[in-house]
Antibody, heavy 113, light 106 residues
Framework: QVQLVESGGGVVQPGRSLRLSCAASAFTFSNSGMHWVRQAPGQGLEWVAVISSDGSHKYYADSVKGRFTISRDNSRNTLYLQMNSLRVEDTAVYYC??????WGKGTTVTVSS | IQLTQSPSILSTSVGDRVTITCRASQGISSSLAWFQQKPGKAPELLIYAASTLQSGVPSRFSGSGSGTEFTLTISSLQPEDFATYYCLQNNSYPFTFGQGTPLEIK
């Protein structure tokens, strides 16, 4: 069964860092563009970042550019999101998605002092 | 690119024909997708390339449009269709979502 499982969420203070992971199984990970999408509590969806199948191309939302870094390890079928200089407004459920047609269940990040 | 969905909220009944509109601030060709999200769940892709039905999605869902105006239509609303619907443009980076349209039971 195709599955994406996010991990690494938690509670962190403003200005600190966190790294999210997304493990893929039964999924052609190495051939897929991978995305991070987030949803703040009670709010709509916000696209965050994408990485091409070979990792050579990366694009970011303006709200996270310069603070977040998307990466992947095709040998481990794993996607990452390194989040630095976190802000209260980064509080959200973070989803990974493959080609935007396969989604994980999300991991919650709370940025609070 | 900004996407504006209308209506902002829709009160409707089982069996109704439902149409949701998504307008882009600039032309995006047919690079638009529609997602359904139920409370506490991840979004699910319904339609991509404006009008192509994702595998496994019921045929009562359809999409149309190009350029700056797009529509999602549900031909006969079923109980399991009460959810929030989002459009997404994937024409250029950064991708952007519409604000969402929740369907409520009238």
């Amino acid at each position: 069964q195709v599955q994406l499982v996010e991990s690494g969420g938690g509670v962190v203070q403003p200005g600190r860092s966190l790294r999210l992971s997304c493990a893929a199984s039964a999924f052609t990970f190495s051939n897929s563009g991978m995305h991070w999408v987030r949803q703040a509590p009670g709010q709509g969806l916000e696209w965050v970042a994408v990485i091409s199948s070979d990792g050579s191309h990366k694009y970011y939302a303006d709200s996270v550019k310069g603070r977040f870094t998307i990466s992947r390890d095709n040998s481990r079928n794993t996607l990452y999101l390194q989040m630095n200089s976190l802000r209260v407004e980064d509080t959200a459920v973070y989803y990974c998605a493959g080609n935007l047609d396969v989604w994980g269940k999300g991991t919650t990040v709370t940025v609070s002092s | 690119i900004q996407l504006t969905q209308s209506p902002s909220i829709l009160s409707t009944s089982v069996g109704d024909r439902v149409t949701i509109t998504c307008r882009a601030s600039q032309g995006i060709s047919s690079s638009l997708a529609w997602f359904q999200q139920k409370p506490g769940k991840a979004p699910e892709l319904l339609i991509y390339a404006a009008s192509t039905l994702q595998s496994g999605v019921p045929s009562r869902f359809s999409g149309s449009g190009s350029g700056t105006e797009f529509t999602l239509t549900i031909s006969s609303l079923q109980p399991e269709d009460f959810a929030t619907y989002y459009c997404l443009q994937n024409n250029s980076y950064p991708f952007t979502f519409g604000q969402g349209t929740p369907l409520e039971i009238k």
